[in-house]
């Protein structure tokens, strides 16, 4: 719904169609939910790769590459329950029913989490969910 950039079509048509006071939108409240996780395969594919490039040790590029590869968020895999270090945090919590375009903009999310499982935390995972009610 967010990642896709679906919300605004949502939106769009919830004000252009819906009716007033009676009309059932769905679905009707999403969220956007976090948690730290372990992703060594993602990892050595992206960084661990400059090690041995056919051959070729390149390892000197590695900091280079953290740089770069961490200052562009959005890759989208899916990773897998086990991998999360932590209990996945909601926050964003939107009611499709009042949510308006200029909240979607600049949003900020303060946050916190307790390491509660063994591992090397390699990403923040991020997903949404939707429900119908």
């Known amino acids: 719904l967010v990642a896709e950039a679906m919300l605004d079509a949502v939106l769009y048509a919830r ?9 059932i939108l769905m679905p009707s409240h999403g969220r956007v939910v976090i948690a730290p ?10 960084i661990g790769f400059w090690k041995n490039v056919h051959g070729v040790d390149m390892s000197s590029l590695i900091k280079l590459a953290k740089e770069e590869f961490l200052r562009k968020p959005g890759h989208t895999r899916y990773i897998k329950a086990d991998a999360l270090l932590a209990t996945p945090t909601p926050v964003w ?26 591992g090397t935390l390699h990403c923040m995972a991020a997903w949404f969910d939707v429900a119908f009610a």
């Open 15 to 23: 004000d252009r169609y819906l009716r007033p006071k009676s009309g």
């Open 37 to 46: 996780a372990t992703d060594p395969e993602f990892w050595s594919e992206n």
């Open 93 to 118: 919590l939107l009611d499709l029913y009042e949510t308006k375009q200029e909240h979607m903009e600049h949003q900020r999310f303060p946050f916190d989490f307790t390491i509660d499982k063994k």
